[in-house]
């Protein structure tokens, strides 16, 4: 089987100030350019990198980046603001837009914060780029969490055009991000997770069964770790099976847990998923039925890559009694020659 697949969006990021791993300077060898945030007053620790702002209802507050090249060509970069995510592989994410925001997300900081910008650099030359805040009106007890994403607009559009020749488009965009989060109170929330939808799909093109799991709080979910097991319906034996520590969730959002058969083929039937996630101080415990059907499980198994066929029960069960009659045959065969030279 040929199998031409796309990866749409397969964004390598530096994420070299982020809210659970500061750097000293946002600066990558061969990008040619460092990027500091310009701390403002309202800062609630004057020791990090990365804006972390106490803010009050309805306050307007302008953002400022500083932008340094060390390169001896005129760069020409994109500023622009994400909202944190958290990415199939259960890691905070700042440079990708998701399809559509999570349910619980109430104030997405793209709409707090005015949109991308472009800016030219000279060669050696330093800039700063400017942002508008503004906050909701209505009082916010939690965290709202993105980051300010910066690139070369250059190189994005080579990637893309080098892409579309190919069969398997892969689009790397190297970048920096500086990550903001906003608060108007200091008071800590307790995490809360929930499971959603459990299905068979593809995991890197590969057979899988998928459990979202949501962070339905405005808080950070971190040192996370997740066990999970599948069996078939009033079974008690375990199927498939997955465990993953050290996962982080961003604050109102969700991602895929990826349970892997292993390149094995999807079977249609139903079964039942038990898991249990549990972090520092926390744990959550949850259980659910599912069912793939016929058509689910033949369309995926064809989708998927390095799939290992196995023999379905009927042939197996052609296959013995096939070898048991021939055996049989033979031995009856050999009974009646030694018969006849007697």
Do not use: C
Not at 59 to 64: D, F, I, K, P, Y
Request: charged share 25%.
């Amino acid at each position: 089987m040929t199998v031409i697949k796309t990866l749409k969006y397969s964004l390598i990021t530096l994420l070299l100030v982020t809210l659970f791993n500061i750097g000293e300077t946002a600066f990558a060898d061969g990008m040619g350019y460092s990027v500091k945030a310009v701390i403002p007053e309202n800062q609630i620790d004057q020791t990090k990198t990365f804006f972390d702002l106490k803010m009050s209802p309805g306050q307007t507050q302008n953002l400022e980046l500083e932008i340094k090249s060390s390169s001896s060509e005129t760069l020409n970069l994109a500023v622009e603001p994400y909202i944190a995510t958290t990415n199939q592989n259960g890691e905070l994410e700042y440079s990708v837009e998701p399809e559509k925001n999570d349910s619980t997300l109430i104030y997405p900081i793209t709409r707090l914060i005015s949109g991308k910008q472009t800016v030219t650099i000279p060669p050696k030359e330093t800039k700063r780029v400017t942002f508008n805040l503004k906050m909701p009106k209505k009082a916010f007890t939690g965290k709202i969490v993105g980051g300010f994403n910066i690139y070369d607009q250059e190189n994005e559009v080579k990637e893309d055009s080098t892409a579309k020749k190919n069969d398997v488009q892969i689009k790397n965009v190297f970048s920096v991000v500086i990550g903001i989060q906003l608060r108007e109170s200091l008071d800590k929330i307790k995490p809360e997770l929930k499971l959603n939808a459990v299905k068979a799909g593809l995991f890197n093109y590969r057979t899988a069964i998928t459990a979202n799991l949501q962070n339905i709080k405005p808080e950070f979910v971190s040192e996370l770790s997740i066990e999970a097991k599948v069996r078939k319906n009033n079974s008690r034996k375990v199927i498939y099976e997955a465990e993953k520590t050290e996962i982080a969730m961003a604050p109102n959002s969700n991602f895929d847990f990826p349970i892997s058969l292993e390149n094995q083929e999807l079977a249609a039937g139903g079964y039942e998923l038990e898991i249990t996630a549990h972090s520092k101080n926390d744990e959550w415990t949850f259980t659910k039925k599912f069912r793939i059907s016929e058509e689910e499980a033949a369309q995926l198994n064809e989708e998927a890559v390095e799939i290992e066929t196995e023999p379905s029960n009927k042939w197996m069960m052609i296959i013995i009694i096939s070898s048991g009659a021939a055996i049989l045959f033979l031995l009856v065969v050999i009974f009646l020659l030694r018969r006849s030279k007697q």
